[in-house]
């Protein structure tokens, strides 16, 4: 369960470098009950899609923008 791999991540890393097995490490982080999956995607019937879905789709779309926008700039820094 995920419970004991935090731990023994946790007991890993702390034992310190010499002793990480950075395979194991690899492999017990990219297992998917550690990593959370994304939300599944409700689809809105047309008939609920009034004034106040589209406010937040506006917003959202454009705090997506920003986002975009700031991780290319951040890639172009880098």
């Not at 419970?3 to 702390?14: C, L």
């Not at 999956?37 to 959202?60: L, S, V």
């Not at 923008?65 to 700039?73: H, P």
């Amino acid at each position: 369960n995920s419970t004991s791999d935090r731990e023994i991540v946790k007991v890993v890393t702390t034992a310190g470098p010499q002793c990480v097995d950075k395979e194991f490490l690899t492999q017990l982080l990219l297992r998917k009950d550690v990593i959370p999956a994304r939300k599944r995607r409700d689809f809105i019937p047309n008939e609920m899609k009034d004034n106040h879905y589209w406010e937040r789709r506006r917003k959202n779309n454009l705090a997506a923008k920003r986002s975009r926008e700031k991780r290319r700039l951040n890639d172009i820094v880098l």
